[in-house]
């Protein structure tokens, strides 16, 4: 059996949810039941089959109650990072039409402008915990009846990504109208991908929910009725404790967590028994050979690694294929679909490197309210990321860097276009170019070249004082880590930028 509701009523005292930082816990049947309520809650006042609900969250067992009574109830939900700004949570809340928003009394205070000016209702605003001008939640999900409630429908994930504009963009998907008791198949496909069946598994989250992939794995892993076991606020020593006190099978990891696991002194790893992980899988950023084959030396050929983007994909691979092939990202899935192709959309030969395409599968995309990117993005049902990449003879997957200017560090994107329009206000700042620069911990770090306005001078004061002026208007995560100064930027009489020109000079100079 298969699908989450479906294995609740079947076997409803069995645990679903474990919170390693409370010890609290629910059952498949208590999961469900707060679903419903939930739904009933949203249904009562006003929310209908595909509007959106979104949650500035951390991890928690209520989150994963609202994301799925989204799921059972035909909404679309949006995630999204709590550690973004006011202004950026406010323009995801106002783009994606949300019509209702849950938070925790943590991160009230930067939600309440973004309810504003999404005109979200005042009795469609929920706090997990007291915070003032939100709904309690847990009064209100308290009164509600635990039912299943009618007229149910698949729901969707929104997720928001950068992509290749500035501004975050909704990946939206057209809703589908099936039952959510018959898309266990559809739900469950990133855990089937990796041979990984039956209900015998324990899927430890350790990164953040609003990241698309942790979402999607705990998804499935819960469709499967695994028993699913959050941490919040990571470190890689208590990575260890939870997998020896929880006997973790399965998780989601970017490698970011590998150069953390692996700093642990060896006399100290071995204190712990990692016996029991099965799976531990992978992507969302570059991974160094010799980073994943110190892992695999240590753990075993457990590590399954995926490419693929939030708007679809892509291909595997496991560590026996991927140590005969070391680098590769892996084969196409089953329902996926590889290609490369030059500049002129002609496929390329084996070996040649090309722009990624990746076939666009049963769920096609659009980018909410921006049809020109979504047009640039597709061709003939294969969609583009902007991944450099080539196939080897045998039709596995290389990759070599983006096309656009994206910056991938611990796992998230973001896009330099950001960074340098707040950087260019500040009135010292004549010009200014912010790139990655490849890091063995964080697969890049964020590189600004500043041209000061006449007159002024480089110096350790200004460099501080450029950061602070970042910090007010930018998440931690899009902070450049380094500020170096040029007498020019190069540029041609176009204005043009030679940002590859920079590019290269930090990267040799970090290599």
């Known amino acids: ?52 609900i979104a949650a500035v969250m951390d991890n928690s067992i209520e989150a994963i109650e609202i994301f799925l009574a989204a799921m059972q109830s035909g909404l679309y939900f949006v995630p999204i990072n709590y550690h973004l700004t006011e202004n950026e949570i406010a323009h995801i809340l106002a783009d994606s039409d949300a019509k209702a928003v849950f938070t925790t009394s943590t991160f009230a205070n930067k939600v309440v402008s973004g309810a ?5 209702a005042s009795d469609l605003r929920f706090s997990i915990g007291d915070a003032e001008g939100f709904v309690s939640f847990a009064n209100v999900v308290k009164e509600a009846s635990g039912s299943e409630p009618d007229d149910r429908s698949m729901g969707l994930m929104m997720t928001y990504t950068s992509g290749t504009t500035g501004k975050p963009k909704g990946i939206k998907r057209p809703p589908s109208g099936a039952s959510p008791d018959e898309v266990g ?29 942790v979402l999607v794995y705990a998804n499935a892993s819960l469709q499967y009725g695994h028993e699913v076991v959050l941490l919040n606020d990571w470190d890689a020593e208590s990575v260890l404790k939870c997998i020896e006190k929880y006997r973790v099978t399965t998780s989601h990891m970017v490698p970011t967590h590998f150069h953390r696991l692996l700093k642990i002194p060896q006399a100290q790893r071995a204190k712990y028994d990692t016996s029991s992980v099965q799976y531990l899988i992978h992507g969302a950023a570059p991974c160094s050979i010799e980073t994943k084959t110190e892992m695999i030396n240590w753990l075993g ?26 680098g590769t990202v892996g084969l196409p899935w089953a329902t996926a679909k590889i290609k490369i192709l030059d500049d002129n959309g002609n496929e390329v030969p084996k070996g040649v490197h090309g722009l990624v395409w990746m076939l666009s599968g049963a769920f096609d995309f659009k980018y909410h309210k921006s049809p020109e990117k979504t047009s640039l993005s597709k061709r003939d049902g294969f969609f583009t990321v902007g991944d450099i990449g080539h196939l080897n003879e045998e039709g596995f997957l290389f990759l070599h860097g983006r096309a656009s200017d994206i910056i991938i560090t611990g796992g998230v994107n973001i896009h330099p276009s950001e960074v340098e329009a707040v950087m260019q206000q500040h009135p010292k700042v004549a010009d200014v170019a912010v790139f990655g620069v490849p890091d063995p911990e964080w697969g890049e770090y964020i590189q600004c070249v500043v041209q000061l306005v006449s007159g002024e001078k480089p110096s350790e004061a200004l460099t501080k004082e450029l950061l602070e002026f970042c910090a007010l208007r930018l998440a931690k995560f899009k902070l450049p880590r380094k500020i170096d100064y040029s007498e020019n930027l190069p540029r041609d009489p176009n204005g043009k930028l030679y940002k590859q020109s920079l590019k290269n000079k930090f990267t040799n100079s970090a290599i």
């Open 116 to 120: 504003d000016s999404a005109n979200i």
């Open 185 to 213: 198949e559809i739900w469950s496909h990133p855990m089937r991908i990796f041979g990984i069946e039956g209900e015998n598994q324990i899927h430890l989250i350790q990164s953040p929910f609003y990241h698309t992939a």
């Open 301 to 326: 050929p457990v590590l399954y690694e995926y490419y693929g983007a939030s708007e679809g994909g892509g291909t595997t691979v496991n560590s026996v294929d991927w140590l005969k092939y070391p």
């Open 1 to 52: 059996m298969i699908g989450f509701w479906n294995i609740a009523k079947v076997d409803p005292k069995k645990t679903a949810l474990v919170e390693t930082f409370s010890d609290r816990s629910v059952t498949r049947g208590e999961l469900s039941e707060a679903t419903n309520k939930i739904v009933h809650v949203l249904r009562s006042r006003g929310i209908k089959t595909s509007d959106v």
